[in-house]
Each structure stands twice: as structure tokens, then as C-alpha cells.
């Protein structure tokens, strides 16, 4: 099969995005285009059975005893309105793929084809195109899904190992970017709502302001943050909405909300941090007698790469010709694959887009189509490699 047919099928994929939680279409594309390639099953499955598992087991009597491997892709795209003008531009308006998701799924399938052409020999892989992965809710469902756990318990256990790659752009096109620990962090956003009074906009002292309680707690929180980087104890705080009032000018608000988004390179400084924000939120609110209520929403673990997985990639795309990096720290963005890191032994690994190329979760954002021939390659060794070909 033509690399051209992967690279339209990609495309493809891009004229009609789904956001996270509504890819039943774009489960259907993918179904249609990889049954040729014969998986030994297919399942639908996590949210609202919008994703799909391609099982693919080999013929070997000791099967049951054999190694096994899950590989991840992504499903979904983002509310975002494409500005691109390309003839495979989003046909939605205000949704497109500005994470290249659309890409992971063409690599997922080439990967697909790549073990049809020539079966596995030993042991099982598990291709994975997992839904809502943007809003970090689509590797919770999977791994709780009882099908999914039916699907891949062998022996008391899951897979083996599991892999998932992500296209990064900033880096030179092509290079795989690989780091032990670490890849990504922990991310989660919280939601402060203050409830207390409104008054006459003359007489505010009759009244119960949230402004003084969403003053403080926002710079108190700010105030918490280590931004560097390099700095083991990386704590970013990101302000992200706020609401207050109404565009009434005689009235004094009493209700008001904050919402921010933390993020750590650790799983465990990130509770600490957590639960020190709620005490900091409770703290204040009683100060100014309001009443308190806070909330959390789309959040992601840390991706923990387990050094031998990373080895076994880095091995992998030498053996490929493939150029390697080793990043000094983790990508800063959050992804829910840490969620598979945190449960079985894996890694996730990156492929660079390019040095110039538009960022991810921009408006001007769009795959590199010619990364999908060397990750397809490579996870096809990574897999055999593993499984002992």
C-alpha cells in the first residue's frame, strides 16, 4: 500500500475533526479504513464506546505466555477555529486538529497495515485509538472500561508495556525525542466559586464582595508558583478565566469564580499543591465571609517513562537511522497517557515537526505528513523488538 493512501487518509481525517466525548464519526473512518488489514479483533470501547482496539495476536501455541504490547493514538480534535486555507482544511467551523491527532491516527494505521503485511510471530499488540484525550477524561474511561480490562487481562495482568509518540514542533523534523522519567507532567485546573451578597454599587457595606477574596487567593496562588523549568520543584500557576458580577453599574457583585491551571513535573508535589490551594481557597473565602466551594476538572497524571522502555525506542530508531535527542526536561503541556504510565510499565516518546513549524494548538497548525513513514517504522521495530520476532 502506497504511503500516498496514509497520507490521504490523514488528510482526510482533518476535513472532519471530532472534539473530545463526539468521535463516533471519526471511529467509523478509522474502522473502515484499517478492517482491511485484518486484526484478530476489533473493539469498540471508552467513552460511549467512541474508541477502537485493534488486537492483533499471533499464531504461536504458547500464546497464551507470550508477551504483549499496547501502542496509543488519539481520536480527537480541539475547538479551535482553523485559519489554514489548504484544500484539506476543517470543513467545521470551530473545530480542527491543532494537536495532529489526525496524524497519530495515520500512523497508527500504516502500523496497522505494516503488521498485516507481515504477522506477528510471538505475542500480541494492542493498537489503541483512544477518544477525549484532550480533556484528559478519554484514558480514564478506557482503563476503567471492564470490555477493555476483559480484552487485554492475560494472567491476572494488562499489557506488557505500552507506547503512545506525540508530534512536537520546535524540534528538527523527524528527530525522536526521548526522556527517562518524566515526559510531561501532572496538570490539573481548578475552579474557585465565592458565593456571598450583592448590594447598591452606594452602599457595598451592606453587602458580601467577592472581588477582595478573588484578589487575594489569585496572587496568593501566584505568589506559590517556581516557573523555572529546570528547577526539580516546578510549580506553574496559570490564570485562565474569571467571573465576577454583571454589567449592571448601580449593583456590587457578591458572587465570583476563579479558575487556574497548575502543573508540576511531579504527580505527588502536585497533590501537595492541590490541597494547599483548596486550604489557601477556604482560608480566604472565610476571611471575607463567603462561602467556599472548589472543584477540579480535566486532569492528567505525569507521563513516568520507565528507563528500559526508553532504551528499547532509542535502540529501535538507531537501528532505523533515525536521529535521537535527549530533552534535559519534560514538554510542559499535560497528556492523559499518563494515566497508562502510572498503571503499566511504558513510555511516551516525541517526534519532531520541525524547528519553525506553527505550534501545537495553534490556529495555523497542521500534521507533517512525512512523519508518518519513520513512526509507523518505528513502532512496527519497537514491537517486534519487544516481542521477541
Known amino acids: 500500500m502506497e504511503l500516498q493512501h496514509f497520507i490521504d487518509f490523514r488528510q482526510m481525517l482533518h476535513r472532519f475533526p471530532d472534539t473530545s466525548g463526539n468521535e463516533a464519526a471519526t471511529r467509523e473512518l478509522v474502522r473502515a479504513f484499517v478492517e482491511p488489514f485484518a486484526p484478530s479483533e476489533l473493539h469498540e470501547i471508552g467513552v460511549d464506546r467512541k474508541g477502537l482496539l485493534l488486537v492483533f495476536k499471533s499464531a504461536n501455541p504458547d500464546q497464551a505466555r507470550a508477551k504483549s504490547m499496547l501502542i496509543r493514538a488519539e481520536l480527537d480534535g480541539l475547538p479551535i477555529q482553523e485559519v489554514n486555507t489548504f484544500d484539506h482544511r476543517s470543513t467545521y467551523p470551530g473545530i480542527s ?21 507481515k504477522p506477528l510471530t510471538n505475542g ?17 474511561a478506557v482503563l476503567a472500561d471492564p470490555a477493555f480490562k476483559k480484552v487485554v487481562s492475560r494472567q491476572g495482568k494488562g499489557p506488557d508495556e505500552v507506547l503512545a509518540l506525540h508530534n512536537i514542533p520546535g524540534f528538527t523534523k523527524g528527530c525522536i525525542l526521548l526522556k527517562k522519567g518524566n515526559f510531561t507532567p501532572a496538570v490539573r ?69 476563579v479558575h487556574l491551571t497548575i502543573r508540576s513535573w511531579e504527580n505527588k508535589l502536585l497533590d501537595k499543591r492541590a490541597k494547599e490551594l483548596e486550604a489557601l481557597a ?11 466551594v472548589t472543584s477540579w476538572t480535566e486532569q492528567f497524571e505525569a507521563n513516568e517513562n520507565d528507563p528500559e522502555v526508553v532504551d528499547q525506542v532509542e535502540a ?25 504510565t502510572r498503571q503499566f510499565k511504558g513510555a511516551m516518546f516525541g517526534i519532531g515537526a520541525g524547528e519553525h513549524h506553527p505550534a501545537l494548538h495553534n490556529p495555523d497548525y497542521d500534521f507533517v505528513d512525512a512523519l508518518i513513514e519513520p513512526a509507523s517504522n518505528l513502532f512496527d521495530k519497537v514491537l517486534r523488538n519487544f516481542l521477541g520476532q
Open 282 to 292: 477556604e482560608k480566604i473565602g472565610a476571611h471575607y465571609g463567603l462561602s467556599t
Open 189 to 257: 485546573s481548578i475552579i474557585v466559586q465565592y458565593k456571598g451578597n450583592t448590594s447598591h454599587a452606594a452602599e457595598p457595606e451592606n453587602g458580601r464582595c467577592a472581588a477582595p477574596a478573588m484578589a487575594e487567593f489569585l496572587q496568593s496562588a501566584l505568589a506559590m508558583a517556581s516557573a523555572d523549568p529546570n528547577n526539580a520543584g516546578f510549580f506553574l500557576v496559570s490564570p485562565v478565566y474569571m467571573h465576577m458580577g454583571e454589567k449592571s453599574y448601580g449593583v456590587t457583585a457578591g458572587d465570583g469564580e
Open 316 to 340: 529501535a530508531a538507531l537501528s532505523l537511522g533515525l536521529p535521537v535527542q535527549h530533552l534535559t526536561h519534560p514538554m510542559k503541556w499535560g497528556e492523559d497517557f499518563g494515566l497508562f
Open 97 to 117: 486538529h491543532k494537536c495532529g491527532h489526525d496524524g497519530h491516527m495515520a500512523i497508527m494505521a500504516r502500523l496497522a497495515w505494516l503488521l498485516h503485511q
Open 124 to 140: 500480541t499488540a494492542y493498537l489503541l485509538f483512544q477518544p477525549a484525550e484532550e480533556n484528559g477524561e478519554g484514558a480514564r
